[in-house]
């Protein structure tokens, strides 16, 4: 049974640059949550869909970043234009239904950015 | 707003020493609890969570957590750490919405 996938696993980037960050959930979970995860802030919650459908983005950073749902299995996180304060491990993660229901999230295997 | 306040940032322990990790979380209603684990280098995995019932949960790996209301707290505990159980833990809390919201999370070192 394959948990959440992420790519890429790990990317290095220059300043400046495009980076897309990609997202396939467990099949059937309705819910989809990005998280991103510092030394500093610890693990923060960027943004969570709903049936593809954005609900809560206010731990978006800044307009730099965005994220897409385009259909139940697959979803993706930009930024544009990188800065090196980006440089984190961004994790996916999926539920079955409502949290509120007893279910669990399941987190992917995470994307280690590094932008120089 | 929902918030985890872990206040245990780094310990340090010799293997078969008792584990306490402390964790707070300021919501006065119902919530859901939960405590991951992620491995160096690995993703974040649940160990255990508390809906209701019983406040007293067990995990797996011989985790336990409990939960008292009126303190708003779910320490999670071992009796005896192995080295394998060096890692980075994170409380979390649900308060009956869709967002799972975490702690800033305890580095645990177990040595030898």
């Known amino acids: 049974d394959a948990g959440v996938i992420q790519s890429p696993r790990h990317e290095v980037t220059e300043m400046g640059q495009e980076v897309t960050l990609r997202c396939k959930p467990i099949?059937?979970?309705?819910?989809l949550f990005w998280y991103r995860q510092t030394m500093m802030r610890g693990l923060e919650l960027l943004i969570y869909?709903?049936?593809?459908?954005?609900?809560?983005d206010s731990g978006m950073p800044e307009d730099r970043f965005s994220a897409k749902m385009p259909n139940a299995s697959f979803s993706t996180l930009k930024i544009q234009p990188s800065e090196p304060r980006d440089s984190a491990v961004y994790f996916c993660?999926?539920?079955?239904?409502?949290?509120?229901?007893?279910?669990?999230?399941?987190f992917g295997e995470g994307s280690w950015l590094t932008v120089v | 707003a929902q918030s985890v306040s872990q206040h245990n940032h780094h310990v340090i322990l010799s293997e078969a020493a008792s584990l306490e990790l402390g964790c707070n979380y300021s919501y006065g209603g119902t919530v859901n609890l939960f405590w991951y684990v992620q491995y160096p280098g690995q993703h974040l995995q649940l160990l255990l969570k508390y809906f209701s019932g019983d406040p007293l949960v067990k995990g797996i790996k011989g985790f336990e957590a409990e939960f008292i209301k009126s303190k708003f707290s779910f320490n999670l505990r071992k009796p005896s750490v192995q080295w394998s159980d060096t890692a980075e833990y994170f409380c979390?809390?649900?308060?009956?919405?869709?967002?799972?919201?975490f702690g800033t999370g305890t580095r645990l070192q177990v040595f030898p």
């Open positions: 099949s059937g979970h309705d819910y």
């Open positions: 869909f709903n049936n593809n459908v954005p609900i809560d």
């Open positions: 979390a809390v649900n308060a009956r919405t869709d967002k799972l919201i």
């Open positions: 993660a999926s539920s079955l239904a409502l949290l509120a229901g007893a279910n669990t999230i399941y």
